[in-house]
């Protein structure tokens, strides 16, 4: 049976559950993914206590106590403008996808989400059509300058 689990800073995770999640979406982001420090800094971030450095919030998907799905919002601090949170990980163990886990945990992070939420996906990825489904639009295209 799947139990969903949502986690913030008032939780208090500990380092061994930051890195469990970290190294879950490391191995399952795939060829979408980012190195595991990257992924440790957005945890940080999204699970800090301090809201003036941070905030957000994680939702996971166990089965038999082990992460089969995670999501990762981070708030922005700001409104209107900007969504109020963005949308920087989401990933399915690749042997459970298909049995509607995405959706689920996708699900529970908008309704925990205060206010709108934007994210970042590649033309090509097929969680794209998850997105789709439960209303995201594609209101822009990214540019961006790297230095």
């Known amino acids: 049976m799947i139990q969903i689990e949502t ?3 008032s939780d208090q995770p500990i380092l ?7 190294s879950f979406l490391f ?21 800090t206590p301090d809201m003036r450095r941070g905030g957000g919030f994680v939702v996971l998907a166990r089965e ?12 922005t601090g700001m409104t209107g403008y900007i969504p109020e949170y963005i949308l920087v990980y989401i990933a399915v163990d690749s042997s459970q996808r298909g049995k509607g886990i995405g959706r689920k945990i996708m699900a529970t992070a ?8 934007a994210l970042h996906v590649e033309p090509d990825n097929p969680a794209k059509k998850l997105y789709e489904r439960l209303g995201f639009t594609n209101k822009y295209l990214e540019m961006r300058l790297k230095k």
């Open 7 to 9: 986690i913030t800073a």
């Open 16 to 22: 061994s559950q930051k890195d469990e999640i970290a």
């Open 27 to 47: 191995q399952h982001l795939d060829q979408y993914g980012d190195p595991k420090e990257d992924i440790m800094k957005c945890l940080d971030y999204a699970l």
């Open 64 to 75: 038999q106590g082990s992460i089969v799905g995670a999501v990762v919002l981070n708030e």
């Open 110 to 117: 908008i309704e925990n989400a205060s206010g709108d939420i």
